[in-house]
């Protein structure tokens, strides 16, 4: 497996508290992406970093907010936590689709906000 | 807006055979096509993927065939097994472009 990590791993949070994500890798790759997954949705692109300190928007970016001061942290944040963001958050790295063609997955955070 | 049709959504097959999943794209500019294999529990691993300068990709059972000009392409997996059941999902990636676009994934079941 890549060298990634997410914790939390799970957590449980009630509706309007802050909540941070981590993602780690080791594998210093450029380009990091954070994900949720829900039934019947899939994956979605929720922000994406192509570097240090620079992001992007996916598809699904309001309500969350990133950051990356290093090549090997990417943080997703929950500003204020509501019962909609209940997913399964999953962080991928990649080298550069023009080089390795492939995005690979940390093991993923179970986020229940109550 | 979706702009990659995965279908069906569950699918159900006994043990040695055929499985299939199509998927549909609109935008032209796409130029990567992988496919993602996801056990319970675990992250998306990428299983097979495919350039549109071929038609076709075989890797042992599982064989990705493309349709350009309809803009589909599916994956078969050929002598299914239980220990193929997962979820799959297709994708869709653009030259200069980091991004991928998933489609909403299939359930497959291999009953043994």
């Known amino acids: 497996d890549a060298g990634i990590t997410q914790s939390p791993r799970h957590k449980v949070t009630e509706t309007g508290t802050p909540v941070t994500l981590r993602c780690h890798q080791t594998e210093n790759h450029r380009y990091m992406y954070w994900y949720r997954q829900d039934p019947g949705h ?73 | 807006q979706q702009q990659v049709k995965q279908s069906p959504q569950s699918l159900i097959v006994q043990k040695g055979g055929i499985s299939i999943i199509n998927c549909a794209y609109e935008n032209t500019a796409f130029d990567y096509f992988p496919w993602y294999q996801q056990f319970p529990g675990k992250g998306p691993a990428l299983l097979i993927a495919i350039r549109p300068d071929v038609s076709e990709k075989k890797e042992g059972r599982f064989t990705i065939s493309f349709n350009k000009s309809a803009k589909q392409f599916s994956l078969h997996i050929m002598d299914s097994q239980p220990g193929d059941s997962a979820t799959y999902f297709c994708a869709a990636g653009q030259g200069g472009s980091e991004k991928l676009v998933f489609g909403k994934g299939t359930k497959l079941t291999v009953n043994p």
Not at chain 1, 58 to 79: A, H, I, N, P, Q
């Open chain 1, 42 to 114: 899939g994956l979605r692109l929720i922000h994406y970093s192509y570097g240090v300190k620079d992001t992007d928007k996916g598809e699904v970016s309001d309500g969350y907010s990133v950051s990356r001061s290093k090549t090997e942290d990417f943080l997703l944040t929950l500003e204020s936590a509501t019962s909609s963001q209940t997913s399964v958050y999953f962080c991928a790295i990649s080298e550069s689709l023009a080089v390795s063609y492939e995005q690979y997955f940390g093991p993923g955070t179970r986020l229940t906000v109550t």
